[in-house]
């Protein structure tokens, strides 16, 4: 933890020389103060992780200092530290959110031992915030298909280069954070920063700042000092999505930093080192934006070290029926409605639907199921009732806009068959002959487009081709 930024503030020389020295020998940032004035001044000209204060100081009170900061909601992790501690003094220390108390005379030892925890401590109380505000999965990547294990699979070789970029592509939906939070936590990174960045979601005016950080008085509104990104991403992860939405200056601007490893802030001169792994992730076709001119070619070649493609869903059909079970469990026990089942008619429904948006636009269909199904058991009227227009073939013709070709084509056969498999009364033999196919044809068929096949009783099991 010996990367974050720490300000001491203590009133005898000697303690701060002697604190600040073994701290920068572990690793820490470290700023000094002795007294209330200078600590302040300092808080409002930079962001600091840890604040270590002394008591009782030459020009005011540490304890009165402290509920300065809580009155105007800085909320800095702090250790207080006296001479003269009482019960009560570490009683109003704590209920002012004070993580430790700490006598004098100090223990070097101790000190590093309270500071390691206490900064652990708050980067996990930090992550399972960021998670608990995460709507939808639960952290885990699913889907037994050999498209799915492939990526997994992908993921873990990826995880193990520590500092190569990686840039993550495929459609709106597919789960890119997730896989890049999963390429974190199997990483030697692990135990540092996860920061993420929409770049599509920052106005462009702000996108310098939101990565950079920026000093006291930088632009209008910048009241203080704030660390950026790649700051507080120091050591872990920084997660770019929607990279390709990124403005061609700050395009520059991120070459550099990933070729130079060092940062300025806004309005700042220091040069700062970091020590940032990136995945970025796009939707977009960045090798034609290149050639577009949208985006850069050179920043193209330093963001595609380990490239990882995820499959869309309707490239794993066959993991429809259970992402279908998992986020009926999840919606159900959240929505206090448990014990909501679905038929295999439903999920054959599910399975023949081109799901545009993907794994998400299918995890809140179901949660809109669970929500507004007046039963517990979701038929297939039901699903059909809910999905989109879009979704389905419109009177006229089959071609519907911005939908690709083989979408199209895929959802002509799948519906081919299933009423062709309805008007042979469901046997498999008499729908081959009917529609002049070889049966291990249509076997493949079925399985191909994630149809389920409904033998009567008796029939021939499939014979499969040589």
């Not at 020389?17 to 000094?32: I, K, W």
């Not at 702000?206 to 991403?233: C, D, V």
């Not at 700062?272 to 850069?296: C, E, H, Q, W, Y």
Request: with cysteine; proline share 5%.
């Amino acid at each position: 933890m010996g990367n974050a930024h720490l300000l001491v503030v203590d009133d005898e020389p000697n303690i701060l020389t002697t604190l600040s020295t073994a701290l920068r020998l572990e690793g820490y940032s470290v700023d000094v103060a002795g007294g209330v004035r200078v600590a302040e001044e300092k808080l409002q000209k930079r962001a600091y992780d840890l604040l270590l204060l002394d008591i009782a100081l030459p020009d005011g009170d540490g304890i009165d200092m402290l509920t300065r900061l809580r009155a105007a909601r800085n909320e800095i992790p702090c250790i207080v530290m006296s001479g003269h501690g009482t019960i009560d003094t570490a009683v109003k220390a704590t209920r002012l959110g004070a993580l430790d108390f700490l006598e004098k005379p100090l223990s070097t030892d101790r000190l590093l031992l309270v500071l390691d925890n206490t900064l652990r401590l708050v980067r996990a109380e930090a992550e399972a915030r960021e998670l608990k505000a995460q709507a939808g999965w639960d952290g885990e990547i699913l889907g037994d298909s050999p498209a799915m294990l492939q990526l997994r699979e992908r993921i873990a070789r990826a995880a193990k280069a520590k500092d190569a970029n990686v840039l993550v592509t495929g459609e709106r939906g597919t789960g890119k954070e997730l896989v890049a939070r999963a390429i974190h936590l199997q990483s030697p990174r692990a135990k540092g920063p996860l920061e993420k960045l929409n770049c599509a979601a920052v106005p462009g005016e702000l996108i310098e700042s939101e990565l950079f950080g920026h000093e006291a008085g930088a632009f209008t509104g910048a009241t203080k000092s704030r660390r950026g990104k790649f700051e507080r991403a120091n050591r872990g992860t920084l997660f770019l999505d929607e990279v390709g939405d990124m403005p061609m200056p700050m395009q520059a601007k991120l070459l550099r930093v990933l070729q130079e490893r060092e940062i300025e802030r806004v309005g700042g001169g220091d040069v700062i080192k970091i020590d940032v792994r990136v995945v970025a992730a796009t939707n977009r076709d960045l090798v034609a934006a290149t050639s577009t001119g949208a985006f850069r070619p050179d920043l193209y070649d330093r963001l595609h070290v380990l490239p990882i493609e995820i499959p869309t869903l309707r490239a794993r059909r066959e993991d429809i029926p259970n992402l279908t079970r998992h986020f009926l469990e999840l919606t159900s026990r959240a929505n206090d409605r448990r014990g909501m089942k679905m038929t295999d008619d439903a999920l054959d429904v599910l399975s023949g639907y081109s799901f545009p948006g993907n794994v998400r636009e299918l995890k809140n269909l179901i949660e809109r199921l669970v929500i507004l199904s007046p039963d517990e058991t979701i038929d297939a009227e039901q699903v059909r009732s809910f999905l989109p227009q879009a979704g389905v073939p419109a009177a006229g013709g089959l071609f519907r806009a911005t939908v690709p070709f083989r979408v199209l084509v895929e959802e002509a056969e799948r519906t081919i068959l299933q009423e062709a498999l309805k008007h042979y009364g469901n046997q498999m033999a008499a729908t081959a002959r009917g529609l002049d196919l070889e049966r291990s044809h249509l076997y493949k068929k079925f399985r191909a487009l994630g149809l389920r096949e409904k033998p009567k009783d008796g029939e021939d099991e499939p014979l499969e081709s040589s």
